[in-house]
């Protein structure tokens, strides 16, 4: 055989295995917008997705482009899109174009969020990824004064009225705190767990009576709360000082006093109320577009990031935390650990009732917050009548949900146009 015709079967041969290779391993582009700082984004590619035995081409995204790009393929009918990583919200808009999940296996997978994942319909249309939230933190020296029979995970907000008022009568000052400052997240706590554990509702029932027993619950609550709370934001600064014993945070804005004295300090969840233990998951799904090129290696993938293993490289390179049942290791942060554990309890709970974050609002997402801080100061600080204040709000809130024509987001039933206000 000629050097020419020897060097072309070997060229036609490796050609030949290379494009079969190829076709069993195809490269699969993860679309996401979560993950972008780079440093974020270098440890999903080293880290997280090390373990994969595809290839991956991981690329992090703004919100805008993002979602340009997935419907710009969505239109066209194809696309090189295999996997898709993003908030709820964003998810929700895509939904007619993402493909069915109900195959892939989701043994262990947080029963609750594969539930927001089907985006009201009778198909998996993302599975949830990872997960953020607020929490509960207290000093173990506010556990003696617990009501009797009081599980710390398992707290009613009745037990922690009755908790809060035991620790300032029997210590002489209130020791429950809340992030009422400027810059704290006291909206959230409204929208995500109070309401949602009162009134099954974020929008819809925001005047109901059930809302108004919720307000007339907080305000005993705030009795017995640190009257320095309208200056906190970080209540991780008055655990350590130890200026209150019991606070409702972000699990970031505790961190620090988990981190510094791990002895001192426990987390718990949130408590629940006659509706359900309402609270604010930020939930991450990810998805699989219905132009996906390679639909098996996209599942493939996807089933890779919701092992165990793979979610806790998630949480240590995002510090997101996982949406499975799994036990963390035990070099992790304090704050991870404690957090983590707390979370789970709480989005794995029987009575778990979710309040997402608001979708559809665009630049109105502040005016809407306002809503709720307005109703705080005036019903709580300013001791004005519950009903009074209700009916004023409602009517801004539902001017703002006309104006931005915003469909209901869990809690609330479905809607078509924008959330109603009764």
């Known amino acids: 055989m000629s050097f020419k015709r020897k060097s072309l079967v070997v060229a ?6 290379l494009l079969a290779s190829g076709a069993a391993s195809a490269e699969v582009l993860f679309w996401s917008t979560q993950a972008k700082p780079v440093e974020e984004a270098q440890a999903v590619r080293e880290k997280v997705l090390a373990g994969f035995s595809g290839e ?26 295999g996997l898709l990583g993003s908030l709820h919200g ?13 195959d892939v296996n989701v043994d262990g997978v947080n029963s609750t969020f594969l539930e927001l994942g089907k985006l009201g319909t009778d198909e998996q249309k993302y599975i949830p990824w990872m997960q953020a939230t ?22 009613s907000y009745d037990q922690l009225i009755e908790w809060s008022k035991n620790m300032a009568e029997e210590t002489g000052s209130p020791k429950f705190g809340f992030p009422a400052g400027p810059k704290g997240l006291k909206h959230r706590f409204f929208q995500g767990y109070m309401y949602p554990s009162y009134t099954n509702s974020m929008v819809t029932k925001f005047r109901s009576a059930e809302a108004e027993t919720a307000w007339n619950k907080f305000k005993e609550l705030w009795s017995y709360t640190n009257p320095g709370s309208t200056n906190f934001s970080f209540m991780q600064e008055q655990l350590l000082t130890e200026e209150v014993w019991v606070v409702f945070d972000h699990t970031a804005r505790v961190a620090d006093a988990f981190n510094s004295r791990p ?13 359900g233990r309402g609270f604010m998951p930020v939930v991450v799904g990810i998805a699989v577009p219905g132009t996906s090129p390679d639909m098996a290696a996209s599942k493939e993938l996807l089933s890779y990031l ?3 293993s793979t979610q806790i490289e998630t949480l240590k390179a995002t510090n997101f935390f996982p949406v499975v049942d799994v036990e963390l290791p035990a070099d992790m942060p304090a704050a991870v650990q404690k957090s983590g554990a707390a979370i789970a309890a709480m989005s ?11 979708v559809g609002l665009g630049d109105l997402g502040g005016k809407f917050n ?11 600080l300013a001791g004005q009548d519950v009903r009074t204040v209700l009916d004023d709000q409602a009517d801004s809130l539902r001017k703002i949900m006309e104006e931005a024509g915003a469909p209901c987001w869990a809690p609330d039933a479905a809607s078509d146009g924008a959330c109603p206000v009764d």
Request: aromatic share 8%; hydrophobic share 45%; charged share 20%.
């Open 90 to 102: 964003n998810l929700i808009s895509l939904s007619d174009n993402l493909s069915d999940l109900s």
């Open 370 to 380: 306002a809503v709720y801080v307005d109703a705080f100061e005036r019903i709580v």
């Open 306 to 308: 919701l092992q165990p």
């Open 263 to 275: 002895d001192d300090f426990i987390a718990f969840p949130a408590p629940a109320g006659p509706t």
């Open 56 to 81: 991956v081409d991981f690329q992090p995204s703004d919100n805008g482009p993002w979602l340009t790009r997935v419907e710009a393929e969505a239109q066209a009918g194809e696309g090189k899109i």
């Open 348 to 358: 794995g709970s029987a009575d778990a009732n979710p309040g997402l974050l608001p």
């Open 12 to 17: 036609l041969t490796t050609g030949m295995s």
């Open 134 to 155: 607020y929490i509960m933190a207290a000093n173990k020296k506010a556990l003696p004064f617990l009501p009797e029979g009081a599980d710390i995970n398992a707290l």
